[in-house]
């Protein structure tokens, strides 16, 4: 279909921070820094490092009072970082998130988005599934654990259907959850165009519009039209 690559344009995870250090720095570089590492890589901390965790959540709870709040400070500051690119202040701030709320499962859309920022699906995958057992409904990675799998659709070769049909799956309990998202309205959108439902695409292409059209882009519109004519 020739409108993909436009689409994985729109879906793909954003590449700046790659232009500043490679995923074979990054994991090199893990090997000896444990920030790197979701969980802190689950290894046994100095007592400086300790001393240091306790600071900070004295702190943390200070200003937020409790530690799923504080934790939820965390998660938004990784994902601030994480729209400049700056992926290593990013994962510092999920970490923090965790050692404040290990059972806060933002803390593992975090951890996914960075691995899927370097196209480390699979792991990604992974770290979204954590977060998912520990709220099922959780419907923002519901929506981006979609997104790969979409992507995954889109550079695959044979367009293997399956991978297309699980994110249909996944954006649609993430839309049962909460029919208000954009980003997973418009994404449902985009899997309908993929898999050539014209009235489907149609359907929440007008809802996302309804809601305000911020993810959509004129090179989808177009291609839209292009197909299903309307």
Request: aromatic residues 12%.
């Amino acid at each position: 279909m020739k409108y993909l690559i436009i689409l994985i344009a729109t879906l793909s995870w954003g590449q700046s921070f790659g232009q500043q250090t490679s995923y074979l720095e990054w994991q090199e570089e893990a090997k000896t820094n444990i920030r790197l590492v979701p969980e802190y890589g689950n290894v046994q901390k100095t007592k400086e490092q300790i001393a240091d965790d306790n600071e900070l959540i004295k702190t943390s709870l200070k200003i937020d009072t409790t530690h799923r709040k504080a934790s939820d400070h965390f998660v938004r500051l990784g994902f601030t970082y994480l729209s400049r690119g700056d992926l290593r202040t990013a994962m510092y701030r999920f970490n923090q998130a965790w050692l404040l709320d290990p059972k806060n499962e933002n803390v593992y859309w975090g951890f996914g988005a960075i691995y899927g920022m370097f196209n480390d699906y699979p792991t990604a995958i992974v770290e979204y599934d954590k977060g998912l057992v520990l709220n099922p409904n959780g419907s923002v990675i519901l929506t981006d654990k979609a997104t790969l799998y979409v992507v995954g659709f889109q550079h695959d070769p044979n367009h293997d259907q399956n991978k297309l049909n699980t994110a249909i799956d996944l954006l649609k309990k993430s839309y049962s959850i909460n029919a208000n998202d954009q980003n997973t309205v418009f994404k449902l959108s985009v899997c309908f165009f993929l898999n050539k439902d014209c009235s489907n695409a149609w359907k929440f292409y007008d809802e996302c519009e309804k809601l305000g059209g911020r993810p959509i882009t004129p090179e989808f519109t177009d291609a839209l039209k292009r197909m299903c004519n309307k």
